[in-house]
């Protein structure tokens, strides 16, 4: 057998990092197993074995790499748009928009491991990531009137209620609503 080279095992760990990332958001942490998560990218459960020391040290690191791509798509917001407002504006349309209702493996993170978080307990690394992602986003999202924590958990909440009512009246209905709600020129 050869042995692998230290830098495609960097490319490894980072294929795999990236796949996990993406995976988990679209079917959850446990809709995923490491086998599965391995053979996605061409790679053998020995592989992830040699990478990392457990499922839950993968989990850790996908939901950083996750809040890091949304930390860039925010950057991105700033950048094309200039000034705060016009960018957090922006970034509402495409939030609400089917696109992302429909692409939760490369949707926001907050929304994407929610329901990992909330339905099990987990190593305090995973709940930290997370909870520094959604304080991240939150002061991204604040203005003069608020932290924007009200914004992200009317934004989390639509799109998360909007997926699971998928092909459904009801789904374009909440993200419309929603978008009105949040763009009105009395809202938030």
């Known amino acids: 057998m050869s042995r692998v080279s230290q830098a ?6 980072r ?3 990236a796949a996990a990332s993406q ?11 490491v086998a599965d998560l391995m053979k996605s990218i061409g790679l053998t459960t020995g592989g992830f074995y040699k990478q990392f020391p457990s499922k839950e040290a993968l989990v850790t690191e996908a939901a950083q790499a996750a809040f890091g791509d949304l930390d860039l798509l925010l950057a991105k917001f700033d950048t094309t748009h200039g000034d705060r407002e016009t ?11 089917t696109e992302h209702r429909d692409q939760p493996g490369t949707g926001c993170p907050a929304a994407g491991f929610a ?4 339905r099990e307990p987990s190593a305090a690394d995973v709940g930290e990531t997370y909870a520094a992602g959604v304080e991240k986003f939150a002061a ?3 203005s003069d009137a608020d932290d924007g924590l009200p914004m992200v958990a009317t ?3 639509a799109i998360l209620l909007a ?3 998928a092909g459904t009246e009801l789904s374009e209905k909440i993200l419309e609503s929603t978008h009105e709600a949040l763009t009105a020129p009395d809202g938030p």
């Open 15 to 17: 294929r795999a990092v």
């Open 163 to 165: 997926r699971a009512t």
């Open 140 to 142: 991204w999202l604040s």
């Open 115 to 118: 329901g990992d978080m909330a």
């Open 155 to 157: 934004l989390v909440g």
């Open 87 to 97: 960018a957090r504006g922006a970034l509402v349309d495409f939030y609400l928009s």
């Open 8 to 13: 495609q095992a960097l490319e490894n760990r």
């Open 23 to 33: 995976l988990f958001r679209e079917r959850g942490v446990n809709g995923i197993s």
